[in-house]
T-cell receptor, first 112, second 113 residues
Framework: SQTIHQWPATLVQPVGSPLSLECTVE??????LYWYRQAAGRGLQLLFY????GQISSEVPQNLSASRPQDRQFILSSKKLLLSDSGFYLC???WGSGNTIYFGEGSWLTVV | TQLLEQSPQFLSIQEGENLTVYCNSS?????LQWYRQEPGEGPVLLVT?????EVKKLKRLTFQFGDARKDSSLHITAAQPGDTGLYLC?????????????FGKGTHLIIQP
């Protein structure tokens, strides 16, 4: 069966510090991978998606970047965090495009 | 832009009551997913419906996909406190865009004991 894990689960970082959230998927190959941010009242906001190694598409211009160094690894990064980067971040995967998406456990980021 | 409108946004009812939440769009979707999310956790898939008019049951939950594949409903019978959570619907566009599904903003459901 397929599993997805992301870490850390909770992170408190000062403004201006770097960020690295990691996500791995097991039990499948060449999945589509996604990073979402969820804010109260705004629903799920797609940040980045990837259809293959090294292929990253950005949905929202912002202070964040994503990388896919391996087939089942997806990393969300920032060089300098802003207060507005605080939120609940979700990694997800799917079998190809237009298919059901499966989510990780989520990571709470608080920028102070 | 394809939007999914969920209603109501918030619903608080007593244990044992029945309820229905809705997911509507002016666009056609090839499939529609329902998720439940608890605070501090990722959304968990409940069901996928793919055929217009399809009805799926999951214990006390009944999911229906509209005949035109533009809308869906979730009906809960005899709600229990364990049903509390955020219910999200998500639609897949015909042709399957690489950017994934279109999500509604969710219905916050509270079942009071």
């Amino acid at each position: 069966s397929q599993t997805i894990h992301q870490w850390p689960a909770t992170l408190v970082q000062p403004v201006g510090s770097p960020l690295s959230l990691e996500c791995t998927v097991e039990g499948t190959s060449n999945p589509n991978l996604y990073w979402y941010r969820q804010a109260a009242g705004r629903g799920l906001q797609l940040l980045f998606y990837s259809v293959g190694i090294g292929q990253i598409s950005s949905e929202v211009p912002q202070n964040l970047s994503a990388s896919r160094p391996q087939d089942r690894q997806f990393i969300l990064s920032s060089k300098k965090l802003l207060l507005s980067d605080s939120g609940f971040y979700l990694c997800a995967w799917s079998w190809g495009s237009g298919n059901t998406i499966y989510f990780g456990e989520g990571s709470w980021l608080t920028v102070v | 832009t394809q939007l999914l409108e969920q209603s109501p946004q918030f619903l608080s009812i007593q244990e044992g009551e029945n309820l229905t939440v809705y997911c509507n769009s002016s666009s056609v979707f090839s499939s529609l997913q329902w998720y439940r999310q608890e605070p501090g956790e990722g959304p968990v898939l409940l069901v996928t419906v793919v055929t217009g008019g399809e009805v799926k049951k999951l214990k006390r939950l009944t999911f229906q996909f509209g005949d035109a594949r533009k809308d869906s409903s979730l009906h809960i019978t005899a709600a229990q406190p364990g049903d509390t959570g955020l219910y999200l619907c998500a639609g897949a566009r015909s042709g399957g865009g690489a950017d994934g599904l279109t999500f509604g903003k969710g219905t916050h459901l509270i079942i009071q004991p």
